[in-house]
Protein backbone atom coordinates (compact mmCIF):
# COMPACT_ATOMS: atom_id res chain seq x y z
CA UNK A 1 0.00 0.00 0.00
CA UNK A 2 1.46 3.57 -0.67
CA UNK A 3 -0.02 6.32 0.57
CA UNK A 4 -2.09 7.35 -2.47
CA UNK A 5 -3.63 4.32 -1.57
CA UNK A 6 -5.22 5.53 1.73
CA UNK A 7 -8.23 7.08 2.13
CA UNK A 8 -9.72 10.04 4.53
CA UNK A 9 -12.62 11.40 5.53
CA UNK A 10 -13.77 15.22 4.97
CA UNK A 11 -15.28 17.07 8.12
CA UNK A 12 -18.67 15.95 6.47
CA UNK A 13 -18.21 12.17 6.43
CA UNK A 14 -17.35 12.46 2.61
CA UNK A 15 -14.09 9.41 1.43
CA UNK A 16 -11.55 10.95 -0.20
CA UNK A 17 -8.08 9.33 -1.51
CA UNK A 18 -4.85 10.74 -0.58
CA UNK A 19 -4.07 10.08 -4.62
CA UNK A 20 -6.22 13.59 -5.27
CA UNK A 21 -2.54 15.18 -4.33
CA UNK A 22 -0.62 12.86 -6.28
CA UNK A 23 2.31 15.24 -7.74
CA UNK A 24 1.92 17.91 -4.64
CA UNK A 25 4.39 18.23 -2.01
CA UNK A 26 2.38 17.37 1.05
CA UNK A 27 2.35 18.65 4.54
CA UNK A 28 0.66 16.65 6.93
CA UNK A 29 0.04 17.60 10.39
CA UNK A 30 -2.41 16.36 13.53
CA UNK A 31 -3.72 19.33 14.58
CA UNK A 32 -6.02 20.56 17.48
CA UNK A 33 -7.93 23.49 17.97
CA UNK A 34 -7.19 24.37 21.68
CA UNK A 35 -3.54 23.09 21.88
CA UNK A 36 -0.75 25.47 22.89
CA UNK A 37 0.83 25.21 19.33
CA UNK A 38 -2.25 26.12 17.88
CA UNK A 39 -0.66 29.59 16.78
CA UNK A 40 0.84 27.60 14.56
CA UNK A 41 -2.09 27.56 12.61
CA UNK A 42 -1.15 30.82 11.31
CA UNK A 43 1.79 29.62 9.99
CA UNK A 44 0.90 26.94 7.96
CA UNK A 45 -2.14 29.16 6.62
CA UNK A 46 0.80 30.92 5.25
CA UNK A 47 2.28 28.13 3.94
CA UNK A 48 -0.59 27.24 1.73
CA UNK A 49 -1.39 30.80 0.91
CA UNK A 50 2.83 30.66 -0.76
CA UNK A 51 3.07 27.51 -2.00
CA UNK A 52 -0.01 25.84 -3.22
CA UNK A 53 0.21 27.42 -6.95
CA UNK A 54 3.59 25.64 -6.79
CA UNK A 55 1.90 22.26 -5.83
CA UNK A 56 1.90 22.29 -1.89
CA UNK A 57 -0.52 20.79 -0.15
CA UNK A 58 -1.18 21.52 3.54
CA UNK A 59 -3.49 18.99 5.01
CA UNK A 60 -4.35 19.07 8.82
CA UNK A 61 -5.62 15.61 10.37
CA UNK A 62 -7.76 16.96 13.62
CA UNK A 63 -6.99 13.94 16.36
CA UNK A 64 -7.95 14.38 20.59
CA UNK A 65 -5.78 11.84 21.73
CA UNK A 66 -3.62 14.69 23.62
CA UNK A 67 -5.18 15.83 26.73
CA UNK A 68 -8.46 16.38 25.23
CA UNK A 69 -7.36 19.23 23.35
CA UNK A 70 -9.61 18.85 19.98
CA UNK A 71 -12.68 18.70 21.94
CA UNK A 72 -14.74 19.69 18.92
CA UNK A 73 -16.12 17.57 15.43
CA UNK A 74 -16.77 17.89 12.17
CA UNK A 75 -17.38 20.65 10.50
CA UNK A 76 -17.08 22.93 13.44
CA UNK A 77 -13.58 22.47 13.72
CA UNK A 78 -12.90 23.79 10.08
CA UNK A 79 -15.54 26.86 11.21
CA UNK A 80 -13.56 26.87 14.44
CA UNK A 81 -9.93 27.25 12.62
CA UNK A 82 -11.03 29.19 9.91
CA UNK A 83 -12.20 32.46 12.37
CA UNK A 84 -10.13 32.06 14.84
CA UNK A 85 -7.15 31.50 12.61
CA UNK A 86 -7.95 32.28 9.46
CA UNK A 87 -7.61 28.42 8.16
CA UNK A 88 -8.34 27.69 4.68
CA UNK A 89 -6.43 24.78 4.22
CA UNK A 90 -7.91 20.96 3.79
CA UNK A 91 -8.75 20.09 7.77
CA UNK A 92 -10.19 16.47 7.41
CA UNK A 93 -11.88 14.37 10.05
CA UNK A 94 -10.89 13.88 13.57
CA UNK A 95 -8.57 10.57 13.35
CA UNK A 96 -6.70 8.05 16.26
CA UNK A 97 -2.48 9.18 15.46
CA UNK A 98 -1.40 6.66 18.11
CA UNK A 99 -2.40 3.89 19.90
CA UNK A 100 -4.72 0.37 18.73
CA UNK A 101 -6.96 2.00 17.14
CA UNK A 102 -4.23 4.35 15.23
CA UNK A 103 -5.35 5.55 11.48
CA UNK A 104 -3.53 4.15 8.46
CA UNK A 105 -2.60 7.45 6.98
CA UNK A 106 -0.28 7.47 10.48
CA UNK A 107 0.72 3.87 10.71
CA UNK A 108 2.09 4.89 7.48
CA UNK A 109 4.03 7.99 7.80
CA UNK A 110 5.00 6.73 11.23
CA UNK A 111 6.66 4.09 9.90
CA UNK A 112 8.35 5.82 6.83
CA UNK A 113 9.62 8.86 9.57
CA UNK A 114 10.17 7.21 12.99
CA UNK A 115 10.92 10.38 15.48
CA UNK A 116 13.68 10.72 18.13
CA UNK A 117 15.59 7.50 18.46
CA UNK A 118 13.77 5.72 16.45
CA UNK A 119 10.10 5.87 18.05
CA UNK A 120 7.08 5.71 16.17
CA UNK A 121 4.55 7.13 18.19
CA UNK A 122 3.22 10.51 17.84
CA UNK A 123 4.20 12.57 21.39
CA UNK A 124 1.81 15.54 20.85
CA UNK A 125 -0.34 17.48 18.82
CA UNK A 126 1.38 19.09 15.51
CA UNK A 127 4.02 16.78 14.50
CA UNK A 128 4.45 17.57 10.83
CA UNK A 129 5.14 14.92 7.95
CA UNK A 130 6.85 16.21 4.54
CA UNK A 131 5.59 14.45 1.43
CA UNK A 132 7.32 14.61 -1.47
CA UNK A 133 5.61 14.76 -5.18
CA UNK A 134 6.17 11.50 -5.63
CA UNK A 135 4.42 10.20 -2.22
CA UNK A 136 7.40 9.95 -0.28
CA UNK A 137 7.75 10.62 3.22
CA UNK A 138 10.98 12.54 3.54
CA UNK A 139 11.01 13.83 6.75
CA UNK A 140 8.93 14.19 10.21
CA UNK A 141 9.15 17.83 12.17
CA UNK A 142 8.34 17.63 16.05
CA UNK A 143 5.52 20.02 17.43
CA UNK A 144 8.08 22.69 17.88
CA UNK A 145 9.15 23.33 14.46
CA UNK A 146 7.31 25.90 13.41
CA UNK A 147 6.15 26.23 9.70
CA UNK A 148 8.62 29.16 9.15
CA UNK A 149 11.60 26.84 10.33
CA UNK A 150 10.69 23.92 7.97
CA UNK A 151 9.79 26.67 5.10
CA UNK A 152 13.14 25.87 3.50
CA UNK A 153 12.62 22.74 3.00
CA UNK A 154 9.35 22.35 1.64
CA UNK A 155 10.81 25.29 -1.28
CA UNK A 156 13.85 22.60 -2.32
CA UNK A 157 10.64 20.14 -2.53
CA UNK A 158 8.69 22.27 -4.44
CA UNK A 159 11.76 23.06 -7.05
CA UNK A 160 12.32 18.66 -7.80
CA UNK A 161 9.98 17.60 -10.09
Known sequence: MTLYDIQVQSTRGEAKKLSDYEGQVMLIV???SKCGFAPQFKGLQRL???YAEQGLAVLGFPSNQFANQEPLD???IAEHCQI???VTFPLYAKIDVKGK???PLYKHLTKAAPGFLGLRSIKWN???FLVDRHGKVVKR???TDTPEKIEGQIQKLLQQK
Open 30 to 32: NTA
Open 48 to 50: HER
Open 74 to 76: GDS
Open 84 to 86: NHG
Open 101 to 103: SIH
Open 126 to 128: FTK
Open 141 to 143: FSP
